[in-house]
């Protein structure tokens, strides 16, 4: 386990430096405002994720656990999906709020597969994100055949997600 | 299509909202646990997130060099004129590959479709980036989960953005047969 973790990093630091190096071959300007870019917007996020991450801990320290178990435990089943699918679809907010739930309902006794039916969901029809984001750019009728075309998505990432068990 | 730029801006209603609750979870749990169960969360959550910091790192200097060597325009025109199979193919593959929040992505959509492709083909760029996205699972996802739950659930959600694409385009074809419009035209 330790291998692959480092292995994905060094896969990861070698794509930054072909990918870098490409843009300081096309012209230095382009290399500089790349990489400023880049630190600029992980520091930016920084706050933004400690705060997600730390909080879903004690978000989860004050869930009724034995409430998150029945409803999307482990052994909750496909109704458990639903549950986390219908959950995933009423989130309101942004990005930190979608990822700080899922990851307090994991902590806080939900089962992968519900979570992962959840995020799915949260991902592809939160309606707040719809109406405020998708519609305002891009022709109504396409938005409302995505949403409709994506409801079965959810279900089959997290059927998917028991029947192959954790990798 | 003007280039936009990705803009993270350092305050957000959301991180906020998280925060108080948090803060208040924080304090519930002080007060009912104690100081030794404070701690203990805060460290198993900093562990989990100091070691996903270099993979954070690196994709947000990934999404930065490919926003500047993969131009909006090289990838609508490559998407928006294919059709098929492989349009489904190429849409799913840019979408994953293709960094930035919903203002970049979504005039990126609406230009393929400008530029000829069908409904089908944008909805799998959509639900692509949605969820094979590395830029969301390196930066937001592992942090939050951690890399195996991460890993698990892009497994399963490789077939996804096809079956969108494949859906979208059996239902338009089923309105026309239906002599309807094509509701996306």
Known sequence: ?167 | MPERRRRVSSFEWSTAVIGGISLTAGIIVYVRDGVARVTAILANDLNLFGGMLPKMMAGCLVSAFVTRLLPREVVARLVGTESGFLGLLIATLMGAALPGGPITIYPVAGAFLVLGADAGTAIAFITAWNLLGYNRALIWEMPFFGADFVLWRSRVAVPLPFLAGALARGSLRLLAGRGGADPCK
């Open chain 1, 1 to 167: 386990m330790q291998i692959a973790f480092i292995a994905v990093n060094v896969m990861l630091w070698v794509l930054v430096a072909s990918l870098a190096l490409t843009a300081a071959v096309r012209s230095k300007a382009l290399f500089r405002e790349g990489a400023t870019e880049g630190v600029r917007d992980f520091f930016l996020l920084l706050p933004r994720i400690i705060i997600g991450v730390v909080g879903s801990g004690y978000i989860a320290a004050v869930m009724p656990q034995d409430l998150i178990t029945t409803w999307i435990g482990p052994s909750s089943g496909v109704l458990g999906i639903t549950i986390a699918t219908l959950a995933g679809a009423i989130t309101p907010g942004g990005a930190v709020v979608g990822f700080a739930v899922g990851a307090a309902a994991l902590k806080g006794g939900g089962g992968a597969p519900q979570i992962i039916a959840y995020s799915t969901a949260w991902s592809l029809y939160a309606l707040t994100r719809l109406i405020n984001w998708e519609v305002a750019m891009m022709p109504p009728r396409v938005v409302w055949l995505r949403a409709a075309v994506s409801l079965p998505l959810p279900f089959l990432a997290g059927l998917g997600a028991m029947l192959i068990g954790h990798p």
